[in-house]
T-cell receptor, first 107, second 115 residues
Framework: RKEVEQDPGPFNVPEGATVAFNCTYS??????FFWYRQDCRKEPKLLMS???SGNEDGRFTAQLNRASQYISLLIRDSKLSDSATYLC????????FGQGTELSVKP | SAVISQKPSRDICQRGTSLTIQCQVD?????MFWYRQQPGQSLTLIAT?????????ESGFVIDKFPISRPNLTFSTLTVSNMSPEDSSIYLC????????????FGPGTRLTVL
């Protein structure tokens, strides 16, 4: 089983919609996570750190479910500029990136 | 936060040649890493660049093919040796202040095309 697995998508949503996607992880010792976003042909940039059960930053909410070993990212009121690939990364040791989930927000 | 720059930003190379990519961080970082991102794929860790000693390579990557240097806490180089078209990829450098517990900042990447 891969250390991190994400639904590659693409998730195609209209502007203003709420969208959520999950990241499952195999290492039960993982306690914290990063969510990065990567725009096309650009480097990954940190979106959010999750050190406990969850984190909220404006329109973005991350929730960690340790029992089921997944972390979710919820985006409310989607903007066109949210279109990107979202990468889930367990914190601890080397950073192993998931394959990413592609989000496309349409007008 | 750290600002990371890479040179060159892109290059087109002939099969069999080598290319050295430079990574410069604007502040001292404890950890530096090199990743590869092939078209449509996520990032794959090549190695951890260790200051003053040999890099630590991930499975599938070897020093002869990807020699790495890190002479100090703000600079590292990655060489892609004896290139083939399969090496065409984006190569990214990253740095963080602590192993896995601090944010990793990424350079803009080097887009390599091998003909």
């Amino acid at each position: 089983r891969k250390e991190v697995e994400q639904d590659p998508g693409p998730f195609n949503v209209p502007e203003g919609a709420t969208v959520a996607f999950n990241c499952t992880y195999s290492n039960s010792a993982s306690q914290s996570f990063f969510w990065y976003r990567q725009d096309c042909r650009k480097e990954p940039k940190l979106l959010m750190s999750v050190y406990s059960s969850g984190n909220e930053d404006g329109r973005f909410t991350a929730q960690l479910n340790r029992a089921s070993q997944y972390i979710s990212l919820l985006i409310r009121d989607s903007k066109l500029s949210d279109s990107a690939t979202y990468l889930c990364v367990p914190i601890g040791g080397k950073l192993i990136f998931g394959q990413g989930t592609e989000l496309s927000v349409k007008p | 936060s750290a600002v990371i720059s890479q040179k060159p930003s892109r290059d087109i190379c002939q099969r069999g040649t080598s290319l050295t990519i430079q990574c410069q961080v604007d502040s001292q970082v404890t950890m530096m890493f090199w990743y590869r991102q092939q078209p449509g794929q996520s990032l794959t860790l090549i190695a951890t660049a260790n200051q003053g000693s040999e890099a630590t390579y991930e499975s599938g990557f070897v020093i002869d093919k990807f020699p790495i240097s890190r002479p100090n806490l703000t600079f590292s180089t990655l060489t892609v040796s004896n290139m083939s078209p399969e090496d065409s990829s984006i190569y990214l450098c990253s740095g963080s202040s602590a192993l896995g517990t601090d944010t990793q900042y990424f350079g803009p990447g080097t887009r390599l095309t091998v003909l």
